[in-house]
């Protein structure tokens, strides 16, 4: 099992950048495909971003490529979204989610472990 905790939200100008972190707990964080989603108000939680066991292996949702990457350090038991060049439409809550397992997934319910989420807001 593993517990999963955000951090890094917050306001930011269109245009502007963040940093999204999600530190995890336990020894075995290697052993985990990690991704991020997003869920703005009325709306659906969507894929964001997934990365696999060694970080060798990435994929985006179209809306965020070229924008937004996404990275882990196993040492640190830490997954990051760095995001730049953000618009208004990025505003969500942002959580990110653990699964066991070597292939990345894209679908929500394929992931077995949450974070609590961070919120972002991109506004002028």
């Known amino acids: 099992q593993v517990q999963l905790v955000e951090s890094g939200g917050g306001l930011v100008q269109p245009g502007g950048s963040l940093r999204l972190s999600c530190a995890a707990s336990?020894?075995?964080?290697?052993?985990?495909?990690m991704g991020w989603f997003r869920q703005a108000p009325g709306k659906e939680r969507e894929f964001v971003a997934t990365i696999n066991r060694s970080g060798s292996t990435t994929y985006y949702t179209d809306s965020v490529k070229g924008r937004f990457t996404i990275s882990r350090d196993n040492a640190k038991n830490t997954m990051y979204l760095q995001m730049n060049s953000l618009k208004p439409e990025d505003t969500a809550v942002y959580f990110c989610?653990?699964?066991?397992?070597?292939?990345?997934?894209?679908?929500?319910?394929?992931?077995?472990?949450w974070g609590q989420g961070t919120q972002v807001t991109v506004s002028s």
């Open positions: 336990g020894r075995t964080f290697s052993t985990y495909v």
């Open positions: 989610a653990a699964v066991s397992g070597a292939a990345v997934r894209v679908a929500a319910r394929q992931y077995d472990y």
